[in-house]
């Protein structure tokens, strides 16, 4: 499944940069997350709840920045498994900057889902996908228009 | 006597039955043994992936989990990969890639069900992806992605197989009048039988005695395989004993050996503990041997009169990961060459390409002999393609065709030798029992007010009963059937068979073979079969061999006691052996009726009064090697109409008139029609294993996969006609299977037929509401 958007924020790039390449930070905008475990600057684990429909379960994720050009572009990778399910994602997010405190955020996301989640939630799997991407995105664009953001 | 004697063509209750309705069959997971302990397999997500890493620390923490067992710890048993039927090997348990999705992964052992259970779920796998191919067709690529490593040819083609004469249907089809040709998919489905596989395996260290409780529908040829595999752990075939107990449907799906099964017993004999694993349901249908899934392009050359002349054929059949089909050893394809079915066509030539994908591994004989409802599926489509294009009522075009009942025994273009058949006399009573004239008429009326009806014929010809020993095996083999009866002194009798019962009804139709044979009332004549410590050997029950072979056995060794009787009657009779005769199930003196002795008479004296120099006792034993197979037939019809809106197939009735030949027991072979029946109407209309592109199954639970149940079956209608296989000691040919091989075609056809006027000439199998109502809605017909 392929997702992809836009989103304008009224914040300069280099802040919303900040917020987003930075695991605890944008973690707070991830769904029912239970960890966050940071091992490098590059690399973290994440432990969310997601599910489908009747199905849920705990996901334990593996994200890795495959590409950081900042304040432009970043890759993520993010790769992990509940009992009977994983899910494979791979994101793109470009920066572009309209004037200093303006700034447009294109994103798009290669989502594999494989297993139970996959086989009893297939036709319920792109709306919830659709769903929780919303979401994500509005959490981002809130904390970064917050008058009191700090980025975290 | 012939009410209470229960002998052949009555229709005796199923003594099986007392037990089945009250609840008290004895199942494999009724089994419960001291200090048994549980297995549960983890299983993979993916459909393809690379194993970077099993951790297995979290599941051996919970209290109550005994051992895990992965891929790695099988290497040093030689049990990681195990052989297959068809000459392949597979995986026990993965040690470095996955291969399809839900693929055993490591196994637990625990103290609970449900302990195991977490247990699975507490190991922790890490994968890295490789590519899927879910499709055959872009398996058999030459740039495709090499499935099979360990293979020598580094190619995801198995094997090419072929047979018929190339160059003769190619000139054919050059110089003929009209030709057809069509795609057709027969699409992966699965068997689905109430009861899903398990096993309790039982070693004791001390004696080295493995006792296995198995859904097999094969103990004997399980026995061998367990001591051929395992043989270097120590395990030898007189050690083994395996016990098929009472058995909830097979149909093919409980032949092969699954990757629980060498587990569970690898596990006890480790341990030595009692061991059970059985299947949950979406374990059983997204990892157990599937059926079908072949795609087929399939042509017809014929004369403008429409007789037909060549049959050409070309097949990919998708193996999944796996050859692990249960076909006899010859026939990669199983007996798919049937494909030429009820017409006496005069060249053919098929070919097939086995192929691997990301899917579970089988191809096995759902409710059919070796790909035979492949074959007569798309034979039957194919004739009304024909009909069609040469603007003809397809009943008269088969008619017109069908090899007559003098031409048998008939040898068909590739090679099989029918053994009797009377194709028109079976279709024209299906014709008039469902009024054909007056339905095309209706159908007629119908069109004109734009109402959507059709009637559908499917005129199949059937192989079952593998098989003569010149051609048939498995692992080598020999595809035999046994019977051994012991007649007790007061004229009670125990038979024992080879084959296994899965709900056919056996311990009431051989008991009512011996019956008819020996004089011995059904009620006291005991059927048992499945333990392989007390039956005689044989290979087990499917491709509705049990009748043509065993029950074959049955007679033979029937009559061997009977030969044997007739020694002591005339002993007792002061007569001479060839004055005495078997007339009306007892021995008479030739031309004095009143002087007779029973064979319970008989029976006694062989233990108390046997004439001297004779061996005391009276009981037989027969391997029977059948000469041929045997060729079930049938004609059936379907009527169905079409809802405009939603796109429902509604059957509206469904004659079915099949010849089996001699029939042992009408009851239980109208109850095999009606199952089988149901069980053709099920990949016609519902059922269907898909794939995603990521080679997740679509279709793994009972919510995705459409079993029909009592709201989508009709009222099934059945007839029969009685032609004698004239090679069978009874005369009979088998029926377990005919109605699945036979249906499909005919509701497809009635489906098409109600379109065709449209300009449709095939829609693949399931017929779903949603591609009917997409033609609909194409041809600007939909309401």
């Not at chain 2, 050859?323 to 007996?335: E, I, M, Q, Y």
Request: aromatic share 8%; with cysteine; charged share 25%.
């Amino acid at each position: 499944m392929r997702f992809q958007g836009a989103l304008d924020i009224a914040a300069p790039r280099e802040r919303v940069w900040q917020f987003v390449t930075d695991p605890l930070a944008v973690s707070v905008c991830a769904p029912d997350v239970q960890s966050v475990d940071v091992i490098d600057p590059k690399q973290f684990k994440i432990v969310v709840r997601a599910g489908v429909g009747p199905i849920r379960a705990t996901f334990n994720l593996d994200v890795v920045f495959s590409e950081l050009t900042a304040p432009e572009r970043a890759s993520v990778r993010a790769r992990g498994q509940a009992p009977g399910s994983a899910v494979e994602m791979l994101s793109t997010m470009d920066l572009v900057e309209h004037g200093p405190e303006r700034t447009t955020l294109r994103w798009a996301s290669d989502v594999t889902v494989t297993g139970t989640i996959a086989q009893v939630g297939a036709r319920l799997m792109q709306g919830t996908a659709d769903k929780i991407t919303q979401q994500v995105f509005t959490c981002i664009k809130s904390k970064l228009e917050a008058p009191a953001a700090t980025g975290g | 006597m012939g009410a209470e004697l229960g002998g052949i063509g009555r229709s005796v209750k199923r003594k099986e039955d007392a037990r089945f309705i009250r609840g008290r069959g004895k199942y494999v997971d009724d089994v419960k043994l001291p200090g048994m302990v549980y297995l549960d397999i983890a299983r993979s997500p993916y459909a393809h992936a690379k194993i970077l890493k099993i951790d297995t620390s979290k599941a051996l923490a919970i209290p109550g989990v005994l051992a895990v067992i992965t891929g790695n710890d099988l290497v040093p048993l030689k049990l990681a990969w195990m052989p297959t039927l068809m000459g392949d090997q597979q995986m026990v348990l993965p040690t470095d890639t996955v291969m399809y999705q839900s693929q055993e992964v490591a196994a637990v052992v625990a103290t609970e069900r449900y302990i195991a259970a977490d247990g699975a779920a507490a190991i922790e796998v890490e994968y890295e992806p490789l590519p899927v191919i879910v499709d055959p067709k872009k398996a058999l690529l030459p740039d495709a992605f090499v499935l099979r490593p360990d293979r020598k040819e580094k190619s995801n083609r198995i094997w090419h197989w072929e047979t018929g004469d190339k160059a003769g249907t190619d000139e054919v089809f050059r110089k003929a009048d009209v030709t057809v040709k069509e795609d057709i998919y027969i699409p992966r489905i699965h068997v689905s039988s109430i009861e899903t596989c398990g096993i309790v395996a039982s070693f004791d260290k001390v004696e080295g005695q493995l006792t296995v409780w198995m859904t097999t529908q094969a103990p004997h040829a399980i026995r061998t395989v367990i001591a051929l595999v395992a043989g270097h752990l120590g395990l030898a075939e007189h050690k083994i004993r395996v016990i098929s107990p009472d058995i909830g449907g097979g149909f093919g799906g409980k032949v092969p050996v699954y990757p629980g099964y060498v587990l569970a017993i690898g596990a006890s004999v480790l341990t030595g503990l009692p061991v059970k694993w059985v299947e949950d349901r979406s374990e059983n249908i997204q990892a157990d041997s599937f059926a079908r899934d072949y795609h087929i392009t399939a042509e017809v050359a014929a004369k403008k009169d429409g007789t037909v002349e060549a049959l050409r054929v070309k097949t990919i059949a998708d193996h999944g990961a796996f050859d692990a089909a249960a076909n006899p050893s010859k026939f990669p394809a199983g007996l798919f060459h049937i494909i030429t079915g009820s017409y006496p066509f005069k060249k053919a030539f098929v070919e097939v390409d086995g192929a691997y994908t990301n899917k579970p591994p089988g191809g096995i004989a759902y409710r059919c002999s070796f790909r035979v409802t492949e074959a007569a599926f798309t034979i039957e489509r194919l004739m009304d393609v024909l009909a069609i294009k040469l603007k003809r009522d397809p009943a008269e075009l088969r008619l017109q065709n069908f090899i007559q009942p003098a031409a048998f025994p008939y040898r068909s273009a590739l090679g099989w030798e029918y053994d009797s058949g009377d194709y028109g006399k079976a279709l024209k009573l299906a014709m008039e029992k469902i009024d054909y004239a007056g339905l095309r008429k209706e159908q007629l009326e119908k069109r004109k007010r734009g109402e959507l009806m059709g009637i559908g014929i499917s005129s199949f010809t059937e192989i079952v009963g593998a098989g003569p020993s010149k051609h048939f095996d498995i692992l080598g083999i020999k595809m035999f059937d046994s019977c051994e009866i012991r007649v007790h002194p007061t004229g009670k009798a125990i038979v024992r068979l080879g084959v296994k019962s899965q709900g056919q009804g056996h311990e009431t139709t051989f008991g009512q073979i011996v019956a008819e044979e020996l004089g011995i009332p059904v009620a006291d004549i005991t059927v048992e079969e499945g333990d392989t410590d007390t039956a005689p050997y044989g290979l087990g029950t499917y491709a509705s061999r049990s009748t043509p072979v065993a029950g074959a056995a049955t007679a033979v060794a029937a009559r061997k006691i009977r030969e044997k009787g007739r020694l002591i009657a005339a002993h007792l009779l002061e007569a001479s052996p060839d004055d005495v005769e078997w007339k009306d199930h007892k021995y008479q003196v030739k031309g004095v009726p009143a002087k007779s002795k029973t064979m319970q008479e008989v029976a006694f004296a062989a233990y108390t009064n046997h004439p001297q120099g004779m061996e005391a006792g009276l009981e037989a034993v027969d391997y029977y090697d059948p000469p041929n197979l045997t060729y079930p037939f049938g004609s059936y019809i379907c009527v169905v109409d079409l809802d405009r809106g939603t796109g429902e197939v509604h059957v509206r009735r469904f004659v079915a008139v099949d010849d089996c030949g001699v029939v042992i027991n009408p009851m239980i072979v109208e109850g095999q029609v009606h199952g089988g029946l149901t069980m053709g109407l099920a990949p016609a209309l519902y059922e269907q294993i898909n794939y995603d592109d990521d080679g997740n199954i679509q279709g793994g639970n009972f919510m995705d996969y459409l079993l029909p149940t009592a709201m989508e079956v009709p009222s099934w209608e059945t007839a029969r006609t009685v032609t004698p296989s004239p090679h069978h000691p009874i005369g009979a040919k088998g029926i377990g299977e005919s109605a699945t091989v036979g249906a499909p075609a005919a509701i497809a056809n009635a489906v098409v037929d109600a379109l065709a006027h449209l300009g449709v000439t095939h829609i693949d199998i399931p017929i779903t509401p949603w591609k009917v109502q997409a033609i609909l809605k194409a041809k600007g017909v939909a309401e």
